[in-house]
């Protein structure tokens, strides 16, 4: 309708727009590797996606005290993912029916932005890889932010888009994304797709639960 107020959607990246976590584990198993450590369980992983990198890789250590091992881990995985994103093979899908709502979204003047852990090289890489760019009015990554669920990310997706909280909704897969926004004072969207059970995306302050892409444009455009 004419007149009515923006609407900004922010996606989380890894477990909402793509299923990324057998690159995630496997760099992760890498870098524990290369420093002698026996790999995290494959569940241990996936229940830290969505924070940066160094705080993630600190939840899984067991000596949370040796900041040196920590910056290696830190290391072997950028290098193991760098080496990985090369492979001719490597992939990050969009899950089904991700680029139809975009696509939808896009259409009825919804503006659009993504607050993710990845990096900012690794975000690009995605965005590129499945031309996305021209959907996204900003991307924010933990490059140049506090990590979730501090709030920064979403106010300056925010501040980018000009749009209030009221009309701001955050879509994600973990608790993490859902606290993030609650902190920022945004609707909040869980997808039962991703990294984190539907159980904790309730209790960390999901507004909404989806179970597929299509459900997510009636709550934006009711």
Known sequence: MQGSPLKLVVFDCDGT??????????????????CDLIPPEDPAVRSIIGLNLDEAIHHLMTDKEDADLLHRLVEGYKAAF?????????????????????KALDAAGT????????????????VEMHDLGKYFISLQTPDHNPGKP????????????????E???????????????????????????????????????????????????PIVHP
Request: aromatic letters at 8%; one cysteine or more; proline letters at 3%.
């Open 150 to 165: 501090h709030p920064q990310m979403l106010e300056k997706a925010m501040k980018d888009a000009g749009t209030l909280p």
């Open 111 to 126: 503006l659009m932005a993504v607050a993710t852990g990845k990096s900012m090289r690794g975000l690009k890489a995605v």
């Open 167 to 217: 009309n701001t909704y955050m879509i994600g897969d973990t608790s993490y994304d859902m606290m993030l926004g609650k902190n920022a004072n945004c609707h909040t969207v869980g997808v039962s797709w991703g990294y984190h059970d539907d159980a904790t995306l309730l209790a960390s302050g999901a507004d909404y639960l989806i179970h597929r892409y299509d459900e997510l444009f």
């Open 17 to 34: 727009l793509v299923d990324s976590q057998y690159n995630i584990i496997h760099c992760m198993e890498q870098s524990f590797k290369a």
């Open 82 to 102: 760098r080496e990985h994103r090369l492979k001719p093979d490597h992939e990050e899908p969009l899950f089904k029916g991700t680029l139809d709502t975009i």
